[in-house]
């Protein structure tokens, strides 16, 4: 599984931009499903055929990022976010672009308090001697994702993009278990999560599923005075129950709760109060499709060192190996 989860985190893509990670996905299981291809919008989509039930389960490729928007005349560089980025959290971080040209996120020191550090407060250092040096190597435009290479440790996997490359990295391997089934099962990765949970709009659409699961991350609530919530890392993939896009259908969470106990699958139940997934545009689609979500616990989403736990990660594919063989 950790290979697998570092392969997909070495991948550059932020929304708009997952080519990288759907070739490598593609790449780890094409041998394994009838039929892979992508959509006009990006999604990837691969079928393993049968007669039953049509599952869609889904994982977005996406990542955060951040996005040119002016050059200034020294050569450093304004920016706008691509989804969630708390600019707090991106300072003094390390960014890189598509062709691998490293940046450095900052602010302008004469703000009163770091707390008003906003995206256009902020800026990031290239190294550039001027405008057109700058504008040799990067354009408007341009997007960069954190830096942040995955290391393993007690078990945990800290990184870049674990949001949700953890959830294509278990879709990916259940694609590769080939589960023995009769259901006709849709492996879908997903584009611009991040944005608006745009792609899983247009596959659900076109593939009608019976019902859909979305494999994402989930906040967990298990560090120092963190907000206010049941689910910790280590305790077993969250059921979801609702999260701010999604309240899961009562009989997708039962039917994944009933998978989890006859197999002695250990899990939690997830009440998200912020942040949605693709399940949030899955199911208004296509006059109502019932779906759920299995969610992967994870410290510091949206940050270059988001944490996750092994076992998390291979209690959700045994559970979403029993879930599609019932
Ligand atoms: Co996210
Ligand atoms: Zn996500």
Redesign the pocket.
Known sequence: MFDTISTLVNAFGPSGRENRVAEAITHLIKDKVDEISSDAMGNLIAVKKGFGKKIMLAA?MD??GLIITTIDEKGFLRFGTV??VLPLISLGQRVVFENGLTGVVWYEESIESIKDAKPEKMYIDIGAKSREHAEELVEIGDMAVFEGRPVQQNGLVISRAL??RVGCAVLAELARRCPETDHEIYYVFTVQ??VGLRGARTAAYAIRPDLALAI??TRTADTPKSRHGAVSLGKGPAIKVKDNSVIAHPAIRERLENCARENGIPYQLEVLDK?GTDAGSIHITAGGIPSGGVSIPTRF??SASEIVNLEDAGNALKLLETFVKL
């Open positions: 977005h990542e955060i989804g969630g949001d949700d999560e991040e994402d991350v942040g989403i949206h």
